[in-house]
């Protein structure tokens, strides 16, 4: 992680710990959330693959499918959550997440010509999100030490430009921007247990699954390296799936 996301973290925390402190009143209702994890999926792709163009010199240029889960690995979330429980029941939350997603290389194609087959590889750049989220959660059997939940939230992403070098064996490598950074619309739901294994403080275990509105279309020509055409968004809505265990206090 590098110093702006951990900037951005702490600046997060510091909120978190000064709005509780602002809420002394509040009592037991208020907690704050720090809690970190990892993208169980990401389904959806750049491009449907099967695309096949012809280059001015050498044979025809054939791309496979490309998708998220293949140009992505190692990928984590961290982040904080502040909550203020209405009733034993219901509570409403603010949460603001980072997530990177660590680019990898594979092959999206290849260069069908006189002299046998020609690999294209891709090396996709790292990407990252920063989402702010606000939501409400409910909470089954309030009085006992594990609890599952359920939640809901609604918020926005801001997303960074999806962007991939691709090795033309009859070109050389092309950078490449797949579609725009910018902010979108997100939603989230979510579903988990939460454990108190002592007063004040507990352990929370979420499984959520976000949607994700559409980037904005790219306009570089360097598309056609994979088989895309300009102008035409690659990166369309999708949903991801996170995983995070988080460690609460009670004020």
């Known amino acids: 992680m590098n ?13 978190g710990g000064a709005a509780s402190a602002q809420a002394v009143p509040l009592g037991d209702h208020a907690s704050v959330e720090l ?36 140009a992505y690995s190692n990928r984590y979330i961290g982040g904080a959550e502040f909550d203020y429980a209405v009733d034993s029941h219901l509570s409403g939350f603010a949460r603001a997440a980072y997530s990177q997603f660590d680019g990898r290389s594979r092959e999206v194609g290849s260069t069908l010509a ?18 702010i989220d606000l939501g409400a959660r409910y909470t089954f059997a309030p009085g006992a030490r594990l609890r599952p939940f359920v939640g809901l939230g609604l918020g926005a992403s801001d997303l960074a430009a999806t962007r991939a070098s691709i090795d033309i064996p009859v070109g050389g490598a092309s950078r490449v921007e797949l579609a725009k950074g910018g ?33 904005r279309a790219s306009d570089d020509p360097n598309l056609e390296l994979l088989g895309v055409a300009p102008t035409h968004s690659t990166v369309s809505s999708r949903w991801d799936y996170p995983a995070e265990l988080g460690a609460v206090y009670h004020f």
């Open 3 to 15: 110093s702006r996301n951990l900037s951005f973290l702490v600046a997060v925390a510091l909120a």
């Open 35 to 70: 809690f970190a994890g990892g993208n169980a999926g990401m389904p959806g792709a750049f491009s449907a693959g099967k695309t096949t163009i012809a280059p001015a010199a050498g044979g025809d240029i054939v791309f496979d499918h490309v998708d998220f889960s293949s």
């Open 114 to 131: 006189n002299d046998g087959r020609m690999p294209i590889d891709a090396h996709f750049a790292d990407n990252s999100m920063r989402q």
């Open 183 to 215: 902010t979108v619309f997100e939603q989230r739901l979510e579903t988990g247990l939460q454990y108190s294994p002592v007063r004040n403080f507990d352990l929370r275990l979420t499984a959520a699954a976000s949607h994700l509105g559409g980037q």
